[in-house]
């Protein structure tokens, strides 16, 4: 079970840090990701993290601005979002994913939280 959380409403510029907590003791064993999907359009990856934190990956659109990290210990994974734009408004999910053969691609995830809104203002 992953429960996100953290979004809100922000001005363009601003911040927010969106956190997603797992339930389990196998938290460590799988990659996570965040996907976001804005009204009208597909579900896009926007970042992933290995099981250890130590290799990520991201989208273009938010490499620079957005850092995704995971903290084993508490069975959670961060996504912290910096230099919001209005295009980054979108409902962002938190996936786990236990092979990692394809962090880009939504299909391959295991598990999915339940969504947390982001809205960024001009």
């Known amino acids: 079970h992953l429960q996100a959380s953290g979004g809100g409403l922000v001005q363009a510029g601003g911040y927010l840090r969106l956190s997603c907590a797992a339930s389990?003791?196998?938290?460590?064993?799988?990659?996570m990701g965040w996907f976001r999907q804005a009204p009208g359009k597909e579900h896009e990856f926007v970042a992933s993290?290995?099981?250890?934190?130590?290799?990520?990956y991201y989208a273009d659109s938010v490499k620079g601005r957005f850092t995704i990290s995971r903290d084993n210990a508490k069975n959670t994974v961060y996504l912290q979002m910096n230099s919001l734009k209005p295009e980054d408004t979108a409902v962002y999910y938190c996936?786990?994913?236990?092979?990692?053969?394809?962090?880009?691609?939504?299909?391959?995830?295991?598990?999915w939280g339940q969504g947390t809104q982001v809205t960024v203002s001009s």
């Open positions: 996936g786990a994913d236990y092979s990692g053969r394809s962090l880009y691609t939504k299909s391959s995830y295991d598990y």
């Open positions: 993290i290995s099981r250890s934190g130590g290799i990520t």
């Open positions: 389990g003791r196998t938290f460590s064993s799988y990659y």
